[in-house]
């Protein structure tokens, strides 16, 4: 057993640390690769989701929405390794996965309409250098985001996405057997797989709960009827990246369509690297910040070129973190070249694609749910006067409320619609507004 092996071991039997893995530690491949894999099944489906619904409204063909997809998840990788890796002044060297947002479905349903796949990748380009640009100013963001906004912000993340979770854990969105208890006994299932190996597993088997309880899912969805493997047979062997393979045109009007759309990622790129860093232990400063945003920024621009769309945080990886304990960007890094290689290999994306929702649900409530808890624990750190009290309250109301009652910004332009519906954008935006107008005293 080498050195590293045996730090594992020693820090899995020790139940009271709760980070397992640090940021700079490296664990074995044979314990690495499958962690990174979880990270992976975390936010594949958000990653491939964005090109299918685009693709989808646009009337795209087949190969098209293929290549689309093949290229996005290559793009996420290309992404994830810099952003976790770091190269120079790019990349905020924490654990982070990236992919594209859905808060750009609608600038890129609006733009494809009338432009096609040029005018999107076009846009995507231009518009990835207002996070390259706003990336140089984060030392004086920083001062206006104390414990009070940086805490409602954490919370907002987690507490948005638990409705996805439940959408899953139910079926999906749309299903005919939304909500059936063949699906809930299958999410619950995985869930209960996930807590007795999360607090009663020693090594691999506690910080790989997530992946072991999704495994699991998938043998018990067989005899369900709840898995279709035809997607992979269906699949390509491999799918090569080509730089502009559609072409590419730069229009005004498309770049200013994309900007709120960045705008709006920014604020949620920060908020999810301080959740990253609390999550992991981490002292967040304005150099983390800075580099993390310029990843977003330079990943976006050369997704453009492979046809591919922005690139940004994933709030679904952060709930990974506190869960099992591995805070490692090494590991993460790993995912990075998991999803190019699936980027690469159309069929691996396929085996992970085929996975039943409710599989993906029963673990997401869990981590959705570690990362509301994150938050709650840098409210610790707040005293709740009746102005603080206020600020906390309000952001997580209106956070809360677009994501529960969406059609509160029915009768919005357009462009609110897009900056608004986003609940982490809302609430941070209360949040960051009533921390700066209300009286300190």
């Not at 989701?49 to 087949?62: E, N, T």
């Not at 987690?158 to 063949?182: F, H, K, M, N, Q």
């Not at 730069?250 to 609390?278: H, K, N, Q, W």
Request: proline share 6%; glycine share 12%; aromatic share 8%.
């Amino acid at each position: 057993m080498d050195h590293s092996e045996a730090q594992y071991d020693e820090k899995a039997v020790d139940k009271g640390l709760e980070i397992e893995y640090e940021i700079n530690d490296k664990p074995p491949l044979r314990i690495a690769i499958p962690l990174a894999i979880q990270h992976l099944v975390a936010a594949f489906s958000g990653i491939v989701a964005v090109p299918l619904v685009v693709g989808g409204v646009l009337g795209l063909d087949v190969e098209k929405m293929t290549f689309l997809v093949n290229a996005t998840l290559f793009m996420a990788g290309v992404a994830t390794v810099i952003q976790s890796y770091g190269f120079g002044p790019v990349g905020a060297r924490l654990p982070c996965v990236m992919g594209t947002d859905f808060t750009f479905v609608g600038p890129s349903i609006a733009v494809g309409s009338s432009l096609g796949l040029p005018g999107i990748f076009g846009a995507t380009m231009i518009g990835a250098f207002t996070e390259v640009i706003l990336s140089r100013f984060i030392k004086p963001l920083m001062k206006i985001f104390p414990p009070v906004v940086t805490g409602t912000v954490v919370s907002l993340i987690g507490l948005t996405l638990i409705p996805v979770s439940i959408d899953w854990a139910a079926g999906g969105v749309g299903a005919e057997s939304y909500g059936s208890l063949r699906n809930l006994f299958l999410a619950g299932a995985v869930m209960i797989i996930i807590i007795v190996l999360n607090q009663w597993g020693n090594g691999f088997f506690s910080a790989g709960s997530i992946l072991i309880g999704i495994i699991c899912g998938y043998i018990i969805s067989i005899p369900m009827g709840l898995l279709n493997t035809s997607a992979i047979t269906d699949a390509s062997w491999a799918s090569f990246p080509t730089p502009f393979k559609y072409g590419i045109k730069f229009d005004l009007p498309a770049i200013l369509c994309f900007i709120p759309a960045y705008l709006v990622t920014t604020v949620e790129s920060v908020g999810d690297l301080m959740a990253v860093g609390e999550a992991s232990n981490h002292d967040m400063e304005s150099k983390d910040l800075s580099r993390g945003l310029l990843a977003d920024g330079v990943g976006s621009f050369f997704a453009g070129i492979f046809n591919a769309g922005p690139n940004t945080s994933f709030s679904q990886n952060v709930g990974v973190i506190p869960l099992t304990g591995v805070a490692s960007r090494f590991v993460v890094a790993l995912s990075g070249v998991i999803l190019i290689l699936t980027g690469l290999f159309p069929k691996l994306g396929a085996l992970v694609s085929i996975m039943p929702n409710p599989v993906l649900g029963g673990a997401g409530i869990m981590m959705f749910g570690m990362i509301a808890v994150g938050g709650i624990k840098i409210l610790k750190q707040v005293n709740f006067t009746r102005r603080n009290s206020l600020v906390v309250a309000i952001a997580l109301g209106l956070g809360l409320a677009v994501v529960v009652r969406p059609d509160i910004l029915k009768n919005f332009p357009e462009w609110a619609r897009t900056i608004f519906e986003s609940g982490i954008t809302t609430g941070t935006v209360a949040a960051l507004i009533l921390n700066l107008v209300l009286p300190k005293k």
